[in-house]
C-alpha cells in the first residue's frame, strides 16, 4: 500500500471515531438524562437490523460463533464497560485510560498476527497516553476502582475486536454492509436484556430525544462502523486503534465550540501529541522498500489490486519466455495438411 493510500484510507477512517467524540454532546443536549444503557441499545440494534433488511445475508458455519464473539467485542461489551467506566470516572480520567487500547493491539498483534513491535510504535503509544493526559486530565478529577476496571476491560474488548476482525477476515461472498449489521445486531441484542433490567425507560420522549436517538442510530452507528470496520480490513491492526484517539479530540473541540469549554495551552500541547502520534503509528506501519506485500491479515492487498498485480505478474512471466500472452488463451492452431501432388503418368 503506499503512503498516500495510506493515507487517504487512514483519514477516510477517522471519521468514525470522530463522530464517536460527538456522542458526549448529543448525550448531554438531546437524550433523556441518565439513560447510557437505552442510548446505547437504541444506538446498535435497530442500525443492525436494517442492514440485515437490506442485505438478507446470515451467517453461515463457524461465522454464526465469529459474528457473535466480534459483535460482543466491538459493539455490546464494549459500550456496556465504556458507559459503566463514564458513570464512575470522569470523562478525562475514562479517555485516559482507555488510551492503553493501542498498547493492547501491539501485544495481541505480535501474538495472533505476527506483527513486529518496532520502537515508534512505542514511542507513540507512549507520546498518545502523554496527549489524551494533558487533553482531558482535570486537576480534580479522582480515581474510582470500578471506573479504571471498566475502562481497562473495554479497551480490551475494543483492542480484541480489532485484532480478532483483522485475523479472520470476512467471509468470502459477504458484503461490508451485512457484515457490519451482524455484529451491531448481535451487540444490540445483548445490550437489551441489560438495559431492561438495569434501568428504567423514560416516561416520555420529545421530538429532541427522537432526533439524537435517530443521530446515534444512523450517524454514530450504521454509517461510522461501516466505514470503520472498512478501515480495519484495509489498515494494519496497530495504525486502526490509534485513530480512535480522534474521539476524545473531537469532543475536546466540539465541548470548545458548543458548550463554552475553555482550552489551555496544555491542551492545546495535548493536542498536538494526540496527532502526532497517529502520524508517527502510520508511518512506523510503512513497509520498507523490498518487502513483499503483505497478506489480508495484516492490511494488504485487496480486489482490483490483486487482480491487476496477478495480471500484470502474468506478462511478465510469459514475456521472458518470449510468449505473447494472448497465445496462452488463443485455440491451438493446427498446421495446415500439405498439398498431395497430382499423380505422375507413371504412377499406377
Known amino acids: 500500500m503506499t503512503d498516500r493510500r495510506l493515507v487517504r484510507i487512514s483519514l477516510l477512517t477517522a471519521l468514525a471515531p470522530a463522530v464517536w467524540g460527538s456522542t458526549y454532546l448529543v448525550t448531554t443536549e438531546f437524550l433523556p438524562p441518565d439513560r447510557p444503557l437505552l442510548a446505547s441499545t437504541l444506538r446498535a440494534l435497530p ?12 451467517p453461515r458455519g463457524i461465522w454464526w460463533v465469529r459474528a457473535t464473539v466480534l459483535g460482543v467485542l466491538n459493539i455490546g461489551a464494549f459500550f456496556y464497560f465504556l458507559f459503566l467506566a463514564a458513570y464512575h470516572l470522569p470523562g478525562g480520567v475514562a479517555a485516559l485510560v482507555m488510551t492503553v487500547q493501542p498498547m493492547i493491539v501491539l501485544l495481541l498483534g505480535s501474538l495472533l498476527l505476527g506483527a513486529r513491535i518496532r520502537l515508534p510504535h512505542i514511542g507513540a503509544c507512549a507520546l498518545a497516553a502523554a496527549g489524551v493526559a494533558l487533553l482531558v486530565l482535570q486537576p480534580q478529577a479522582g480515581l474510582d476502582g470500578v471506573g479504571v476496571l471498566a475502562g481497562l476491560l473495554g479497551a480490551a474488548c475494543m483492542a480484541s475486536g480489532i485484532v480478532l476482525t483483522k485475523r479472520w477476515g470476512r467471509p468470502e461472498g459477504v458484503s461490508l454492509l451485512a457484515f457490519t449489521g451482524w455484529q ?38 450504521l454509517l461510522a462502523y461501516i466505514v470503520w470496520f472498512n478501515g480495519i480490513a484495509r489498515l494494519p491492526a496497530l495504525a486502526a486503534s490509534f485513530l480512535s484517539f480522534a474521539s476524545p479530540l473531537c469532543a475536546t473541540v466540539l465541548g470548545y465550540l458548543f458548550m463554552g469549554q475553555t482550552l489551555g495551552p496544555l491542551q492545546l500541547l495535548g493536542a498536538t501529541g494526540v496527532v502526532g502520534a497517529v502520524v508517527l503509528a502510520q508511518r512506523g506501519e510503512g513497509a520498507p522498500p523490498g518487502t513483499p506485500p503483505a497478506s489480508a491479515a495484516e492490511g494488504g492487498r485487496h480486489g482490483d489490486d490483486e487482480e491487476h498485480e496477478h495480471e500484470h505478474g502474468r506478462h511478465d512471466a510469459v514475456s521472458g519466455l518470449g510468449v505473447h500472452p494472448s497465445s496462452l488463451t488463443a485455440p491451438p492452431t493446427v498446421p495446415a495438411p500439405r498439398p498431395v501432388p497430382p499423380p505422375g503418368p507413371g504412377s499406377a
Open 184 to 221: 451491531l445486531t448481535v451487540g444490540g441484542l445483548v445490550l437489551l436484556p441489560v438495559t431492561l433490567l438495569g434501568e428504567p425507560l423514560p416516561e416520555r420522549l420529545t421530538w429532541t430525544n427522537v432526533g439524537g436517538f435517530a443521530y446515534l442510530g444512523i450517524i454514530g452507528a
Open 47 to 58: 442500525a443492525g437490523l436494517i442492514l440485515l433488511l437490506l442485505t438478507r445475508v446470515l
